[in-house]
């Protein structure tokens, strides 16, 4: 079965950090992009940063100069490192995987999600 699977987040000061893992398995050749999203209570699901198989990168301007992405071809993980932290950062967190098949099938996978909470 084709997934991925998201981990890393947990409870963190203001100020401090985390990584997210977004890790993909079954059986896939690559990973082509990765799409982080977050969700807060009572809100709408926003776009928290992108990335594709040519190295391109985009960021919410909420998070600019403070969360990367960055990838792991070997393990087919894509991380997303997350830095001074805020305590409007609190959210579910997903990972959205755009996945080629070993028999070049492409899966539009969602994580379960995984919680980030920010708060002294």
């Known amino acids: 079965q084709v997934q991925v699977v998201e981990s890393g987040g947990g409870l963190v000061q203001p100020g401090g950090s985390l990584r997210l893992s977004c890790a993909a398995s079954?059986?896939?050749?690559?990973?082509?992009?990765v799409a982080w999203y977050r969700q807060a209570p009572g809100k709408q699901r926003e776009l928290v940063a992108t990335t594709n198989s040519g190295g391109s990168l985009n960021y919410a301007d909420s998070v600019k100069g403070r969360f990367t992405i960055s990838r792991d071809n070997a393990k087919n993980t894509v991380y997303l490192q997350m830095n001074s932290l805020k305590p409007e950062d609190t959210a579910v967190y997903y990972c959205?995987?755009?996945?080629?098949?070993?028999?070049?099938?492409?899966?539009?996978?969602w994580g379960q999600g995984t919680q980030v909470t920010v708060s002294s």
């Open positions: 079954g059986s896939i050749l690559s990973i082509y992009a």
């Open positions: 959205n995987a755009d996945l080629i098949g070993s028999d070049g099938t492409w899966y539009d996978s």
